[in-house]
């Protein structure tokens, strides 16, 4: 094994060790830096404008991997992300199959969504870090082909926490349906206790008795 290998090798093992001690700890700060490929480089360059020469992911990056994407991600055709998982993603970023420009976030930073088919597509969000560093905000893992509903990026949150962005929503627009029928159906009913007040105050007509 050459030293190039040993070094992937060294770089994927640390991963691991950083998602372990992440989640064990929340107060665990510290973070894994390795080289982008010439493949990543390129691209960046393309989409971003300029070049990298470095990719890091924190122990904060981890713990956002254990609280989106760790549990129950079967419901949505997601693997659960394991700290085991962790040297996957030296390889996603590294040996892409696609990359795409995604929105920035809200304080400018470049996004970039880079995606590795395979058995269930995985998926990296690259965030800029100045002009020469990318941060790996998000990693998660397909278990199946994605919709096409859902082929985009969760931008800044990721792909699959877009999902939950779309829940709400939909349950937001249901509540303020339900408030407007309640609203209506309030109107109505004051309208016909207003008609029948009305009717009960009227004084009735009288008419002349006829004469037989």
């Known amino acids: 094994m050459d030293n190039a290998a040993e070094d992937v090798e060294a770089v994927k093992k640390s991963l691991v060790e950083l998602a372990e001690n992440a989640w064990a700890d929340k107060s665990f700060h510290g973070k894994v830096s390795f080289k982008p490929s010439q ?3 390129e ?21 956002h991997l254990r609280n989106h994407h760790g549990e129950a991600e079967e419901k949505r055709g997601q693997v659960n992300f394991k700290p085991e998982m962790a040297g996957e993603i030296y390889d996603v970023v ?3 199959d696609s990359a795409t420009k995604e929105r920035n976030d809200n304080k400018g930073n470049q996004n970039v969504l880079v995606v590795r088919k395979g058995n269930g597509d995985s998926f990296a969000l690259l965030v800029e870090r100045g002009k020469k560093k990318a941060e790996v905000k998000t990693f998660y893992k397909k278990t199946k082909t994605p919709l096409m509903s859902d082929a985009k990026s969760p931008n800044l949150n990721a792909q699959s926490d877009s999902v939950k962005s779309s829940v709400t929503s939909s349950v937001s627009q249901e509540q303020e349906n339900v408030e407007r029928e309640n609203s209506d159906t309030n109107v109505l009913c004051y309208l ?8 009960l105050e009227r004084p009735s007509r009288r008419y002349p ?3 037989r």
Do not use: P
């Not at 691209?43 to 713990?63: P, Q, Y």
């Not at 206790?193 to 009305?198: A, N, Q, V, Y």
């Open 94 to 96: 590294n040996d892409f």
């Open 209 to 211: 008795r006829q004469i």
């Open 43 to 63: 691209k960046i360059k393309e989409l971003m404008g300029h070049d990298i020469s470095e990719v890091f992911i924190t122990a904060d990056n981890m713990r």
């Open 39 to 41: 493949k990543l480089k």
């Open 192 to 199: 016909a206790r207003d008609w029948i007040m009305t009717c």
